[in-house]
């Protein structure tokens, strides 16, 4: 794996409705195969997965209580990844053991904190919202790419790209492009902020009232977008200075979407992603048909993205030409390397993007729930 | 890719007709992403296949008139491959800018030179035979091949595998790997020269009445064939000693073909071939016919060759024992590397194989149209 | 391919059955592309599977009587592998040969021995049960793996993975793998006793009258399982102190499986298997009932085996740790090492596992025919 990637990080590694109880499930994040089960306790543990025996899965194993056997040779593990049991062996080494993950499940998502385990404190995990707020209708999914996970985060902290790859699917007004939104340094990533006026966010929906429509989201270390959107009356934009409004006074088209962006190895990722209304704003069948527009798009972006690597790996040294547009992907990737530099230095108190955002006095940040 | 390979040379990059205009056409030559297109007004660009700012693929862009979008952040290029274009950055660095690629249409090929745009002389362009010649009835197609292209040319440098991998499809008589053909080496390739007494060309069609059948071919830098086949009253080999006969005699069989060679990357090539009857000597069912068997005796060689790549990719150091049928390969290998490592000093003028053929003083070349 | 692996062996290439008359057969061993035919005369043969000309693969050639004519451009081998003919060039060179490899027909397989051939001593072949056996009622299969070889050898060499990865097709009891079994050193391998008394060998055929069952099999390098088991009255083990039994004493479910594993790459093996009972203990139907059971069996050690495979590749230095039940591993690990690094100087004689087994003075070796 690439330098970019953090180990000190939460990582999403599946949408828990889709994790069984006491039914293993095999991922790799940043290269490294990971089993993760949900224990007849309902405990969450994540465990490498390689047998200290001979490497065989561990995935392919079976649960017992709150411990895992290995179903090559039957060496039983414990959740924090100790041997209890060798068949036919009355000695166990004390060396005898994998290494554990930290994981907690949190707003729908099974997150793995990669990095040593004393760091892994939980005030790190981004405010995703899950698929049980209360608030808002969420449909959900998860989308494989043949590429590295780095390219799916900078396509997402561009959204200039909008009017090209998804034109056809978000359908973004012309200029969208030209205007920049403002963008702001978090401890632990960026947000973007975006007023258009006078018309809606995105086209997509077909012809409506004309709004101000507001977009703002964060995009978090190691790769989690939290974006808000809402339509406010005409002349809002003005009103408030083109800086964020009081979401209290949104009057349409009020939705969320979180997305995530897992590194699986150094050529391929898992992007997970929900989609839906405020339950003022919509019902069921707008959630379905955001997320068939969200389908349609992600699939746009997963054709462009994988070309793309194509040619990276083509080519011997390939080279970039920074724009204007790319100033959410420096200042990313600057928080990215420091966070992969300072390893277990940082502390969350001090580095929790959602309540620390500079400049951000009160609670209403456009990521977290509103 | 090898130093088997000159970049200065005019590479086959797509059959005229499958380019539609101002549609972008991915391809790969020399391990090199290409992006082509036919501009609103006709004219044919060859850029690389990658934009400046993020290495998106070009030929998943957007034609407007004479230039191509880049369809990721919507970059505009113009046909000289220089960004005219960024969306919402006035500012342009000078040094924004794709290589372009000289790129013509000729004998219904698009030609594609990958050395330096001066040295890029149309007229060292093979006078293949275009498919909307009027004298030649003519089939095209097209064949992809898991193998180093070098190997498809050693193919066809010698015939003498034409009893054995096409024994049931170009069925030639039994001593042909016999008798060597008369090799001559050319500026820029090899000619072949041969004639069979007594018999057709090629026992192909079945049983026919007697002929002196008259084959000869030239193999062209970077990997052009163009074959002229005839049969003449039996007798004529004898009485112009076995030397090329005065086409305008010919009274069977006449036929042409223009094959050419394409290396895409070190271990897949392009292969694109033409088949058919001069118009005084079959029809277009004959040239189905022709190009049915063509198309049965390529997917032989694809066979053969496929699997020689496989064991040449199996062994460490791989060594070949020449025999005295490598001659054409031989010379032909050492024109490629003199072309490679001479590079724009070769000029034009003086090294075109079709003109200045050593020893050809008529201008009724083999490789000409009669 | 890792040093694992002696040349001086002999390696299973195919099922005799599967080896038509003059059609050549590719296969790789160690790596090493091979074709073998069986000439007109029935003698076998195994080249190099490629011309000292330009490296096609004889195995896409004809066979010629005792000869196979490549058929690429038409050089002719003789079953030394000496070229004996080159199309339209009357010298041949004196090095124009390949590699032959002894190889014989033997217990209904095919073998190649890979080292020098002045050490290919028939008598080297494990003493496997063919499919002609008169005593025997034998079906058999083969299936590739995506996996070194050395992990299906380290897998057949315990057989404590049986109640794990097997607990539905074997089904062994419970505590099978609780109890070690008597693991003797043989000179080319590793052999392998157990008694499991009052009950059937392995559950897998259901309910049946108690018997203590007796299941040996000698592990023979470079990848041979030869398997004997046979039921005896309640109190024969304890009778005889838990040592071999009288092999003619079984009185129930008598059953013998040759099994052999050959490294066609560094990843990627074939595994060729027989099983069947005594005719004296059962019938064809039996035999479809044990291929259907070993059928399962195999493909659950793939699927765990190539698992671990993939594992093994994606970490950088993989470790492992050593069990009590890795004896037979380790041994014969030390078995293959030594043969590698021995080359010629093991002697036939000295060195047959089957005749020389440590400690066992009568004829009747576990892994003989009884």
Chains 1, 2, 3 share one sequence.
């Not at 000695?91 to 993950?101: G, M």
């Not at 449909?139 to 090209?164: C, E, K, M, V, W």
């Not at 699917?169 to 007023?195: H, N, Y």
């Not at 230095?345 to 509103?370: C, F, I, K, L, R």
Request: hydrophobic share 40%; with cysteine; proline share 6%.
């Amino acid at each position: 794996m690439s330098d970019y990637y953090p180990r000190n990080a939460w990582y999403v590694a599946a949408w828990s409705v889709d994790l069984g109880n006491e039914k293993p499930f095999a991922i790799s994040i940043l290269g490294e195969p990971i089993v993760i089960y949900r224990t007849a306790s309902g405990r969450l543990v994540a465990l490498q997965d390689r047998c200290v025996h001979r490497l065989a899965r561990l995935s392919l194993g079976r649960c017992e209580g709150e411990r895992l056997r290995c179903m090559y040779h039957g060496l039983l593990f414990d959740a924090e990844g100790k041997v209890v049991e060798i068949p036919g062996q009355p000695q166990i080494p004390a060396s005898a053991r994998v290494r554990a993950f930290p994981a907690v499940e949190r707003h729908s998502w099974v997150w793995v904190w990669m990095g040593e385990a004393a760091g892994a404190d939980e005030a790190l995990i981004p405010e995703a919202v899950g698929l049980d707020h209360p608030d808002y209708i969420l449909g959900h999914g998860q989308l494989d790419y043949a590429a590295d996970g780095r390219l799916i985060n900078d396509n997402l902290l561009d959204f200039s790209h909008l009017p090209y790859v998804h034109a056809n699917s978000f359908r973004p007004s012309k200029d969208f492009a030209q205007v920049r939104p403002v963008i702001t340094a978090l401890p632990r990533g960026v947000r973007f902020e975006r007023w258009v006026t006078g018309k809606q966010a995105a086209g997509m929906l077909g012809e409506k009232p004309a709004a101000d429509a507001w977009v703002s989201y964060d995009f978090l270390a190691p790769g989690v977008l939290l974006m808000w959107s809402g339509g406010f009356p005409v002349g809002t934009a003005e009103a408030c200075g083109f800086t964020r409004p009081d979401y209290s006074q949104a009057v349409s088209d009020v939705n969320f979407t979180s997305q995530a962006v897992t590194p699986l190895t150094a050529r391929t990722s898992r992007y997970f992603f929900s989609w839906g209304p405020h339950c003022k704003h919509g019902d069921a069948a707008l959630r379905d048909i955001l997320m068939g527009i969200a389908g349609q798009a992600f699939n746009e972006d997963k054709v462009m993205i994988e070309a793309q690597q194509e040619v990276i790996d083509q080519i011997p040294a390939p080279d970039i030409m920074p724009t204007t547009a790319d100033k959410g992907i420096t200042i990313f990737t600057q928080v990215m390397r420091r966070l992969a530099r300072d390893g277990n230095a940082v502390t969350a108190s001090a580095n929790h993007g959602q309540e620390a955002a500079a400049g951000a006095a009160d609670s209403s940040t456009g990521s977290s729930v509103p």
